[in-house]
């Protein structure tokens, strides 16, 4: 069996495994006989071009995700391994190992008291800042919003904001910036 058969058996089994699929239904909705996806499926195949396009579509994916090495199912990223960054005494640490054009989204920590000026992102910017623990304060533009636990306030992201832990324990909150 070569490489790029082992390749298409395994994503083929994955896809469909994950989509709760049987081969009957994967080879019905191909347009294909369930024996030819079986063959397909067990590595032993050699399906054609035209085989392959039907049971793309029939799993919504392109071919290329049939041909290429398997993906791992995940990836763990060690709280070390996340960017941290100290501003003005506010711990803020990134949440996306990898970049994620147009996203950024951030974990801030205030200590008790602490005060941290946003920094205004591009014009059309949408931010959603979410409080998790303790009270965070949210001044945009003079406009002061006041979040516990669970609250969200979106706001346009572009204008000067600023972060106030308004209690006596440590707040956290997340900040996700829509670019």
């Given at each position: 069996m070569s490489a790029e058969g082992a390749y298409l058996a395994e994503?083929?089994?994955?896809?469909?495994?994950?989509?709760?699929?049987?081969?009957?239904?994967?080879?019905?909705?191909?347009?294909?006989?369930?024996?030819?996806?079986?063959?397909?499926?067990?590595?032993?195949?050699?399906?054609?071009?035209?085989?392959?396009?039907?049971?793309?579509?029939?799993?919504?994916?392109?071919?290329?995700?049939?041909?290429?090495?398997?993906?791992?199912?995940g990836r763990l990223f060690k709280a070390s391994e996340l960017k941290t960054k100290t501003r003005m005494g506010v711990s803020v640490r990134e949440l996306l190992p990898d970049p994620l054009p147009g996203v950024q989204l951030e974990r801030m920590e205030l200590p008790a008291a602490t005060r941290m000026k946003g920094v205004p992102h591009t014009s059309g910017t949408q931010e959603y800042l979410t409080c998790e623990a303790g009270e965070v304060e949210l001044a945009i533009e003079g406009v002061v919003f006041e979040l516990a636990p669970g609250d969200v306030v979106v706001f346009r992201g572009d204008q000067k904001h600023s972060y106030r832990n308004r209690g006596s324990c440590t707040a956290i909150c997340y900040s996700a910036v829509l670019l």
């Open positions: 994503n083929l089994r994955a896809l469909r495994h994950g989509r709760g699929l049987t081969q009957a239904q994967v080879a019905k909705a191909a347009g294909i006989p369930r024996p030819t996806l079986a063959h397909v499926e067990s590595g032993m195949g050699n399906p054609t071009l035209q085989v392959l396009v039907a049971i793309a579509a029939a799993l919504q994916v392109r071919i290329e995700e049939l041909l290429s090495p398997p993906r791992s199912q």
